[in-house]
């Protein structure tokens, strides 16, 4: 696909000039503006997987950047991708190359698939636009846009974390304030820092319905990051905390971790720390240790034991405690003194790296782990022993996913399929469209469809079926199609949507491109191609009335067209790349008597192969 895309590039003239420098990244016809990052992938127990979709956000740089021509455009951004690593979703374009962070599925709002992420905050000299936590719905339409609404600079990117029902959701708060250092012995001392801590926002409003901060309640003395000769510091002031997520229990209870105090707080309702995990003030007996973690999760908790997880990175800029980086499941038990703290679980990062770069760790329905170790989107899938059952990371050294996650996933894209269609030939005999389909988003997509109509409104004729075989699919039809449009059917053969009617697009200049007579050749009409060919190779009489296309109905033989399906599929891998090949070669100015023959002969083979069952031909549906 990639080769075919590159050629049809040259031929048409350059549409992606740079496509040759960035192995690491997928272009496609349909989307042209789109740079989707490929991904290796590596199965050691395919069988074992749980079911869903990758949810990556990839970034360059965390701090947004002055517009300027670095990105490439609908690079960094939100996507989607299923477990093969072929593209779902890429939602770059959506925010114009912002950063986008924490994206998921939040499948815990209703029945239905809904997705959320932070959008940082854009680079803006006022500081304008601060940011939001999103949630769209399954059909990736803005459902609620939460702003920042209280006096914080920024949608802080560390979490948003969307509470079941949808009605709230929390975010961390990080805010400069200025204090005495008492706590490190120097009273009369004086420094900025940055506090941290949650809010719980309204995700209809953003109003913020509940507020902790750490100020005042967890002391710089916490910190590893602070000693007690450390000099004061100007605005904004020491980051001596660092909150980097936060997690709401059935209790009403709340979970926060600290990275620079290596601390899991639980946060009461009322707003008290009732316990430390962790750090240099912990609560609990504990057999084992961590530091820099992130992504501390309630699994189950009541008023007296929790299981939770989080990524112990075990590591920083600045050194690291132990050798690798691990996924911890932690079970904690209140109602002992002290009160304890067991691992029921620790699977350590596969390739025994430290993972320096956020991350985090996901209990999946089934039993498996899923854990984003993120630079590089690194990302690895675990059965309930721990075992590996797969890794991925991004083809790219460029990127990296703040949070990597895997939920099943309905997308139903609000916008229709996107079609590029064009049109080759050496004469008017041997003319042939080529399509190019995809969709955005959409999920369940098994085959496609090709429909052609000899006017704008004219009535749409089957030219074709293929099987969905990637984002982006191809397929050859004979003739000119002038008009032509596309619909997706799921692999039961139901209809899950259909193109706009589009005009395929021509070669600047035929002779240019190897059509050997001065004329210009004319469309053909698709039912006189296609319709005419089908009743003549029919052994049953249909009435010339099936032409008028009022039929909406399609009734196919599955096997029959799964047989023709295949069929034509067979014929286009055989014959695309090999007379796409030649048409390059054609507009560069040579091989002229070669595709004249290849053709002819293609032309032949063609109309033996097409299916040629009725049920095949059946117009797309109107509605
Ligand atoms: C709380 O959970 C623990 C661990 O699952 C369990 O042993 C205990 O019985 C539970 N307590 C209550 C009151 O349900
Ligand atoms: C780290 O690795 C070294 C050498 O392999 C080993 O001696 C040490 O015990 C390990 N440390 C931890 C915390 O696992």
């Excluded at 009461?268 to 995990?277: A, F, H, N, Q």
Aim: contains cysteine.
């Amino acid at each position: 696909m990639r080769f075919t895309t590159v050629l049809l590039s040259l031929a048409f003239g350059s549409v992606f000039a740079e496509a040759e420098n960035d192995d690491d990244l997928i272009s496609f016809v349909t989307l042209p503006k789109v740079r989707a990052l490929k991904f290796d992938i590596t199965y050691q127990d395919r069988d074992a997987i749980a079911p869903g979709y990758w949810f990556v956000a990839p970034y360059g740089v965390i701090d947004p950047e002055v517009p300027t021509q670095q990105w490439k455009p609908c690079q960094v951004g939100p996507y989607i991708y299923d477990t093969d690593g072929m593209l779902i979703w890429a939602g770059s374009c959506m925010f114009d190359n912002r950063n986008v962070f924490d994206f998921k599925a939040a499948n815990n709002i209703d029945d239905q698939s809904h997705l959320s992420f932070i959008l940082q905050h854009a680079f803006h000299d006022d500081g304008s636009d601060k940011g939001y936590g999103y949630i769209l719905d399954q059909h990736y339409d803005e459902e609620y846009k939460v702003p920042v609404t209280n006096n914080l600079g920024a949608f802080n990117m560390h979490e948003f974390n969307v509470l079941d029902g949808g009605k709230t959701a929390l975010a961390c708060l990080y805010r400069s304030e200025y204090t005495d250092l008492s706590a490190l012995g120097r009273p009369e001392d004086h420094s900025w820092i940055v506090s941290g801590g949650l809010v719980e926002l309204d995700t209809k409003t953003g109003e913020v319905l509940f507020e902790w901060s750490s100020f005042n309640n967890v002391l710089v003395d916490e910190s590893v990051k602070v000693s007690t000769d450390s000099p004061g510091s100007g605005h904004p002031g020491w980051d001596y905390i660092h909150v980097n997520s936060a997690d709401k229990n059935t209790l009403g209870d709340y979970l926060l971790s600290a990275r620079f105090t290596g601390t899991l707080y639980y946060i009461s309702k009322e707003g008290e720390i009732v316990w430390r995990l962790g750090g240099k003030y912990s609560d609990f007996d504990m057999d084992f240790t961590f530091s820099k973690q992130h992504h501390a999760r309630f699994l189950e908790s009541n008023a007296t034991h929790h299981l939770i997880s989080f990524l112990n990175n075990a590591s920083d800029e600045g050194g690291n405690e132990e050798n690798a980086s691990s996924a911890l499941y932690v079970q904690l038990d209140t109602t002992v003194s002290p009160m304890t703290a067991r691992v029921v679980r620790r699977i350590n990062r596969p390739d025994n790296g430290l993972t320096r770069l956020r991350g985090n760790v996901q209990a999946l329905p089934n039993g498996n782990t899923f854990v984003g170790w993120s630079e590089r989107g690194y990302q690895s899938e675990h059965a309930a022993d721990g075992k590996l059952l797969m890794e991925a990371k991004f083809a790219s050294t460029r990127f990296s996913s703040y949070r990597s996650y895997k939920y099943p996933f309905t997308g139903r894209p609000s916008s229709p399929p996107d079609v590029v269609s064009s049109v080759y030939g050496t004469s008017e005999l041997d003319m042939t469209t080529i399509f190019h389909v995809s969709w955005n988003g959409a999920t369940d997509v098994a085959s496609w469809r090709f429909y052609a109509r000899a006017f704008e409104g004219g009535s749409p004729v089957l030219v074709g079926e293929t099987l969905k075989t990637d984002f982006e699919t191809m397929y050859i039809a004979e003739g000119y199609m002038d008009w032509v449009s596309v619909e997706a059917v799921d692999k039961d053969g139901n209809h899950l949507g259909k193109s706009e009617v589009h005009k395929t697009m021509t070669p600047g200049n035929w002779q240019h491109a190897g059509f050997q007579t001065e004329s210009t050749p004319g469309p053909d009409d698709p039912a006189a191609l296609y319709l005419i060919e089908e009743q003549e190779d029919n052994d049953d009489e249909h009435d010339m009335g099936d032409m008028d296309m009022d039929d909406t109905e399609s009734h196919l033989d599955p096997e029959k067209a799964a047989k023709a399906v295949e069929k034509a599929y067979e014929m286009v891998r055989g014959v695309g790349g090999l007379l796409i090949f030649i048409l390059l070669a054609c507009s560069l100015g040579g091989l002229v008597a070669g595709i004249y023959y290849y053709l002819r002969q293609r032309r032949l083979r063609a109309y033996y192969e097409v299916p040629s069952d009725e049920t095949e031909r059946q117009p797309l549906e109107s509605s």
